[in-house]
């Protein structure tokens, strides 16, 4: 069993952690004075967190953290890294505003994990859902943008097709499971 830290100040992110990892017994890392996430990509941001981790974190165990976001096409690969600060809390509505009479819906969901173990090796994987938004937003579980993502080969929006689909096929998901093969 990997004994792991979650490198996040979201108390929430430790739920969704553990539902990726049932085999790991994970804590949270999180009133820790975390570095800024000024990474050029999701991958610099998550090992940003990580590394603090080893830094500050209990020795024996790994230190786990992720960067994850949103890539939309007409929007020039945008908001990408930013898109949390981006989208402000107003995730459907900003992204639907600037989505207006442009007929490019093509989006993709993007993790980067990155962990670190207790003698400093470094593991990464990246998970990717593919798909498209919506013109109007559907569903009611999920978060963020899942209530317009629709993942390709879907009719429905993330949000209507629910928490135990996203829990097997988001890009965290994804992510989660190239991880756990990569350390097996």
Known sequence: M???AVCTANPHKL???????PDWELELLGDADYPPEDGLTFADNARIKARYGRLVGPAGRW?????SGIEVAALGGGPGVQT???????HVDKLLDALRG?????ARYVCELV???????????????????AL?????EGFGFDPVFVPRGETRTVA?????????????????????????
């Open 63 to 67: 230190m786990l953290a992720d960067d």
């Open 102 to 106: 442009r007929d490019d819906r093509r």
């Open 84 to 90: 949390a600060r981006w989208a402000e809390g107003r």
């Open 115 to 133: 962990a670190i173990a207790p003698d400093r090796r470094e593991v990464d994987a990246t998970g990717v859902l593919e798909g498209s938004i």
């Open 2 to 4: 990997i004994r792991a």
């Open 15 to 21: 739920d969704e952690f553990r539902a990726l990892f």
């Open 160 to 184: 209507e097709l629910g928490d135990a689909w996203k829990a097997e096929h988001s890009h965290r998901a994804v992510a989660a499971h190239a991880l756990c093969d990569t350390l097996s």
């Open 136 to 140: 109007a937003p559907a569903g009611s």
